[in-house]
């Protein structure tokens, strides 16, 4: 993971004032901060044993310098082979109720930045489509309510993106269709569907850092 430099972004399609909002997101998609060096802080997406067997990816921090005045975003890529689908169980357990957690996908590298797509839900039963072009973010779908997806903390939503031949990508949420749309060039970067996945979470400007913790977890 790294933190890239702070970008201002419009985020004006962020319609519900619910919604952490703001102007300054930073990212981290690989191990170095702004300023190219490793990190002090242990590693933010860990791969930890589950309490019913297996293992998650848990996402776990209290370090105040991810607070920025319109929030923060970190992102794990955990398999960069081309896929047309992707697919995680999300459970935000601590942090913000209205800050997004979720999967992200049509993931690719192009001269060390990162640029992919992603879906995020919060505990209020919302969820937001999302396009990052090497850190710089736009919103494809502002914040929705969608009666798929289950309230609360500690509680397991499964997130999943197929994408069709045609372009179209369908969103599901708990098994369910949720939603379907299409993305477009931008940037001279051609449209994304397919490629790597990972994961993703937001860190709410009003986060009580140092004295409370983020924790969200992930499983497959």
């Not at 791969?47 to 297996?54: H, T």
């Not at 379907?180 to 400007?205: K, M, N, Q």
Request: hydrophobic letters at 40%.
């Amino acid at each position: 993971m790294r933190r890239a430099p702070l970008v201002l972004l419009p985020l004006l399609a962020l319609l519900s004032c619910e919604v952490p909002q703001g102007s300054t997101w930073y990212t981290r998609p690989d191990g170095t901060d702004s300023a190219g060096a490793a990190p002090a802080e242990s590693v933010l997406f860990e791969e930890v044993p589950a309490a019913g067997g297996g293992t998650e990816y848990l996402f776990r921090t209290n370090d105040p310098k991810y607070l920025a005045p319109g929030g923060s975003a970190d992102w794990k890529v955990v398999d960069a082979a081309v896929s047309s689908e992707a697919s995680a169980a999300v459970s935000r357990r601590l942090g913000s109720g209205t800050a997004g957690q979720g999967i992200l996908f049509a993931a690719r590298n192009k001269g060390g930045r990162s640029y992919f797509l992603a879906v995020l839900i919060n505990t209020r039963q919302q969820y937001t489509i999302e396009k990052y072009l090497a850190g710089e973010k736009t919103v494809i779908q502002g914040w929705r309510h969608s009666g798929l997806l289950k309230a609360g903390y500690g509680v397991k939503n499964t997130i999943r993106a197929v994408a069709a031949s045609n372009g179209n990508i369908s969103i599901y949420f708990n098994g369910s269709l949720a939603d379907t749309f299409r993305d477009t060039p931008s940037g001279g970067i051609p449209a994304l569907s397919t490629g790597g996945y990972g994961y993703i979470v937001e860190i709410a400007p009003d986060e009580k850092l140092p004295a409370s913790f983020v924790e969200v977890a992930f499983s497959e």
